[in-house]
Every structure is written in structure tokens, then in C-alpha cells.
């Protein structure tokens, strides 16, 4: 072997890195859009009767395996999200280092919150659970302290909306300047931000447009979210152009620390 060969080697080794890492990234994603649906459809939706504590209750006796494979798929998720902020960072890096950390670390700030979410969902279980020191509560009690803990567990949801909505205002943000993704998928990353702290600080101010505000972040969020998935599993990035914002950025770093 050359020593002109072993750079170009070295080169084409880089470049096949970055494009598995733009198209696991895209994988995960889509792994994300697979499962994330499920805490809910499975926690939620089909076992929650809002308002009436006793029939929830009823239905989450009746069908607790179901709620655990919800916790189960949630338990996926939050931790696919970390490693996903992971290598979006190292793909975003090249834009701008400062952003693409905040991006990573509300990424991450997100799957912590959904993490301790499980906490409420385990409390229910606990309550339902038959467990002998609970026979000093009632079974009114009982219930109506497993609807207070799901309620808090829906606004827990909210809460770690935040983190993602401000996560997609930057990862937007940065793939607009990336010049390695086409601007319209920013974009759209961006407007999917603002539904999601759309919805989560709506609940806060205005519950009243709760309902609205659930349909409006589905329809923001998910084209530029599914949008860019797609783009990184088929299309990954282009590699030129990233290898060019990354020696930009290596520079820049040099010089100051050079100051």
C-alpha cells in the first residue's frame, strides 16, 4: 500500500462512517415512530375513562398486562432518544458545537422526564396491585388516587414536550444552516417545535383548547419529524458538504484556542 492510497483510504473509511451514522440515526428515528404511539394507544386511549375513576380502575384490573406493555414501549423509547441525541450531536456538530449540545442535552432532558414518568405509571399499578398494606384505603380511595396519579402522569407528558419542542426548534434551526440537508426539512423540524410547546404551554394557560391543541401538534409535528427520518435512512446527508463544515469548524476551534 501507498502513502497515497492509506489517505484516501482513510477518507473513504470517514466517509462511510458519517453516512451509517445519518442512516442509524434514521433508523432510530423510525423506530421512535413505531413505538411512540404505544404508551399512549396501550396507557391511555383504550384503558382511561376520564372522569370516572372506578371504570379506570376497572380496566386497568382487567387488563393490567396491557399497561405494562405501554410501559414497556416507553421504557424503548426513552432510551433509543439518548442514543439518537448522541448522533445527532456528532452529525450537527460541524454546524455550530454550542447548538447542537443544547440540542442534545434537551433530547436527553426529555428522555430523563419520560424515565420518571414511569414512576406514575408504577405507583398505579402499585395501588391496583391488591397489596396487603393497602387495606387501610377504601376502594374509592383507592381508585381515586390511581386517576390522580394517571392525570399527573399526562401532565408529566406535557412537561417532557417541552424539552422535545425545544430540542426540534434547534435541530431545525441547525439543519436549516447545515447546508448538508435541504432548508425545507429545518423547516419543518422548526414549525414541528412550535407545535409541541404550542400544546404543552396551551395546557398550562389555556386547558379549555386541549383537544385543538392534541390535533395541532399531530399535524405539525409529524410531516417534518417523518419528513427528516425518511431523509436520513434513504438520502442520508451530503458527505461533501459535511466534510467541508467540519474542517470549517476545526479551524475555527484552532484559532481560538490559538488566541
Do not use: C
Amino acid at each position: 500500500m501507498t502513502a497515497t492510497t492509506q489517505p484516501a483510504e482513510g477518507r473513504r473509511e470517514k466517509t462511510n462512517a458519517i453516512k451509517r451514522t445519518a442512516r442509524v440515526s434514521g433508523v432510530l428515528y423510525l423506530i421512535i415512530f413505531v413505538v411512540a404511539p404505544f404508551p399512549f394507544l396501550l396507557g391511555g386511549a383504550s384503558l382511561v375513562v376520564p372522569g370516572d375513576a372506578a371504570a379506570t380502575a376497572a380496566n386497568l384490573t382487567a387488563s393490567g398486562l396491557v399497561f405494562r406493555f405501554g410501559m414497556a414501549a416507553e421504557t424503548i423509547v426513552f432510551l433509543v432518544e439518548i442514543v439518537l441525541a448522541a448522533l445527532l450531536y456528532v452529525l450537527l456538530r460541524p454546524v455550530s458545537r454550542p447548538l447542537s449540545l443544547a440540542a442534545a442535552f434537551s433530547r436527553v432532558g426529555e428522555a430523563v422526564v419520560q424515565a420518571v414518568n414511569l414512576l406514575t405509571s408504577s405507583l398505579v399499578l402499585l395501588l391496583l396491585g391488591g397489596a396487603g398494606y393497602l387495606a387501610v384505603f377504601d376502594g374509592d380511595q383507592l381508585n381515586a388516587l390511581s386517576m390522580l396519579f394517571l392525570d399527573a402522569n399526562a401532565f408529566v407528558v406535557l412537561v417532557w414536550g417541552l424539552f422535545f419542542g425545544f430540542h426540534l426548534l434547534l435541530l431545525g434551526y441547525l439543519v436549516f444552516k447545515s447546508g448538508f440537508w435541504p432548508r425545507i426539512l429545518g423547516i419543518l423540524l422548526f414549525v414541528a417545535g412550535v407545535g409541541y410547546l404550542a400544546q404543552s404551554f396551551g395546557h398550562m394557560l389555556l386547558p379549555r383548547f386541549d383537544e385543538i391543541l392534541s390535533v395541532a401538534v399531530i399535524v405539525l409535528a409529524v410531516p417534518g419529524e417523518l419528513a427528516f427520518s425518511i431523509w436520513l435512512l434513504v438520502k442520508g446527508l451530503n458527505v461533501e458538504r459535511w466534510e467541508s463544515a467540519r474542517q470549517a469548524d476545526r479551524t475555527s476551534a484552532f484559532r481560538t484556542a490559538s488566541v
